[in-house]
């Protein structure tokens, strides 16, 4: 479901949410990354929807060094990421004190917090990230890609070149973190203020340079249909 291993806390929260008593104790809905809107990351691994549109999801920033536990944060097209915890069970104490109902049910509230409580600890070691570069990205969800494959050069040229999507989908032939970066950056802004034409556009654009970069789910996530 969310493309690499997450910790049990998580797998509880997820399965809880499926359940026909979930709505009793979480105005959260269960909704899978495949389900999530064009406007999503693929970096953000969604598992809820809130009331007011906001996804929750578990960010997995380097899939294929997979970690024993990952940050969780809410998204929206407006605002971006919000995090919620650098660990899953620190995230879910305040996903389920944040989403409450108006008048929750005490017992399956209850039942939700002690299956939480005694969810196992993540097992395994962090992966060593050596060469690996994390690049800021205004929607809140940083990239981590091979060193090799970024240049902060190519951020300050970017500024003055106009169309940009060409010169991006020509620059990931040399450096797709770079061209990454730059792309999901420019998909952010154009969701951000309605243009979801653009937007896209640039999601589609995206798809050869995860595939450059080791990243099939992701790039599958932003081909189109």
Do not use: N
């Amino acid at each position: 479901m969310f493309g690499a291993p997450v910790p049990p806390v998580l797998e509880a929260f997820a399965s809880f949410l499926g359940e026909p008593k979930a709505d009793q104790a979480t105005t959260l809905k269960a909704c899978s990354p495949t389900d999530a809107p064009v406007w999503a990351p693929p970096e953000l691994r969604v598992f809820a929807v809130a009331p007011a549109g906001e996804l929750v999801g578990v960010v997995v920033a380097h899939p294929e060094q997979p970690a024993p536990d990952w940050p969780i944060a809410t998204y929206s097209a407006a605002t971006g990421a919000q995090l919620l915890g650098q660990t899953a069970r620190s995230a879910l104490a305040t996903l389920v004190e944040r989403y409450l109902p108006e008048s929750p049910d005490e017992i399956v509230l209850s039942l939700l917090r002690v299956r939480l409580a005694v969810a196992a600890e993540p097992t395994g070691a962090w992966p060593r990230l050596e060469g690996l570069s994390r690049v800021t990205i205004a929607d809140g969800i940083d990239l981590v890609v091979p060193r090799h494959t970024v240049d902060p050069a190519d951020f300050r040229q970017a500024r003055g070149i106009h169309p940009l999507l060409p010169w991006i989908v020509a620059l990931a032939k040399e450096r797709p973190g770079s061209a990454l970066a730059l792309c999901r950056a420019a998909a952010f802004e154009a969701f951000r203020r309605g243009d979801g034409a653009l937007g896209a556009q640039l999601r589609v654009a995206m798809a050869p340079m995860y595939r450059s970069l080791g990243r099939p789910i992701y790039a599958r996530a932003c081909e189109p249909g």
